[in-house]
C-alpha cells in the first residue's frame, strides 16, 4: 500500500521534483537542434534513461531510429557503441571472448561492445537465438560472463534496439523471454508534413552530430532516477495498473468476454512493474510529484503492446495488440 503524504511534505516534494526535472527540458531542446518531428519516440527513450529499462523501436527505415539515440548519447556524455545485427553474428562479437596474450603465456578478457553505456542493436531481429542469448544477461542482470570471469557492467546502461516491421526475410523473431525485458516497445511513425519539410531543409544545412552540448553527465542521469522513485503513487493507481494488466489475462472476468479468444497469453508481472516505473517517470517528465491515471494512459500502449499474445484468430481478422489494449482501456474504470 502506498504510504499517505501529507500536504506540507507533498508540497516540498512538489518543489524538489520541479527542480530536479529541469533538465528534461533543456535535453528536449538540445536533440531538436538535429531531430525534427519524432518528440514522441525522445520522451520514450527518456523514460527509459529516467527507469533503466530497455526500449525496443520498430519502424520503417529512414525514420531517424538510429541518430536520435547518437544525438541522445552527445547529449548526455554517455558512451554509446552500435552493433550491426547480421545473420553471420556471433556472441562472442557482443559480449566479448578470451584471447590468448603470448607475452602472458596466457588468456586474457577482451570486451565487447556490450561494455558501454547505451547499446544500440540495429535490427535486433537479423540475429539468431544464440545471439539473441547473449544479451539476456546483460539487460537482466546489468552483468556479462566472459569465460570464468563476471563483469558488473557501468551505469547507466540500457539496450536500444531497432527492427523493421514490414521485412521479414532473413529476420527472426525475438524470443518472448527476451521481449518481455523490454520496457516499452515504441512504433516509430512518419513524421507530419510541415516536420517533413523542415527535416528537408536541414538535410541541406544541418548541423553535425558531433556539434551536440553533452548537457547532462551521466551522474546526473542516475540521480534522476533516485528523484524518479520518490514520485508519489496512489493506492488507487497500483490498483488501476493491475486492473488493466489483469484484464490482459483473464479478460472475460474483468468485463471484456470478447477479448478471450483473441488473446493466447497476457502480460506478465513485469508489465505491471513496467507500468509503475514508466508512469511515474512520465510524470516526473511533466514535473510532478504525483502520477495521475492519464500518466498511465499514455505509457501503457508502449508497455503492453509487446506482453500481449494474439491468437491464431486475432491474427486472422488483422487484430493487432493495440486494438486490444484500445478496448481495455475503454472498459476499465478510471479512477
Known sequence: MSEIIPNAEMQ???????????????????????????????????????????????GMPGLAKTMTIK???HAIDAKLARIQFTPDLLPSDIVGTMIYNPA???????KGPIFANL???????RAPAKVQSALLEAMQEKQVTIGEQTFKLEEPFLVLATQNPIEQEGTYPLPEAQVDRFLLKVLVTYPNREAELE????SVNGEAIDKINAIVHPKEILAARESVKKVYMDEKIEKYIL???TATREPHKNGLPELQALIRYGASPRASISLVAASKAYA?????????????????YEVLRHRIGLSYE?????????????KILQKTWVP
Open 12 to 58: 516540498d516534494l512538489q518543489y524538489n521534483l520541479h527542480q530536479e526535472s529541469e533538465f528534461i527540458d533543456r535535453l528536449r531542446k538540445e536533440t531538436a537542434r538535429i531531430i525534427v518531428g519524432q518528440e514522441d519516440m525522445i520522451d520514450r527513450l527518456l523514460i527509459g534513461l529516467l527507469t533503466g529499462g530497455h526500449i525496443l523501436l520498430e
Open 71 to 73: 544525438v541522445l548519447a
Open 104 to 110: 602472458q603465456a596466457g588468456f586474457t578478457v577482451k
Open 119 to 125: 547499446v544500440l542493436a540495429d535490427e535486433i531481429n
Open 199 to 202: 527535416i528537408m531543409r536541414r
Open 243 to 245: 486492473d488493466l494488466v
Open 284 to 300: 516526473f517528465m511533466q514535473r510532478r510529484s504525483f502520477v495521475i491515471p492519464d500518466d498511465v494512459r499514455a505509457i501503457a
Open 314 to 326: 486475432a491474427e486472422a481478422e488483422n487484430i493487432h495488440a493495440d486494438n486490444i489494449i484500445d
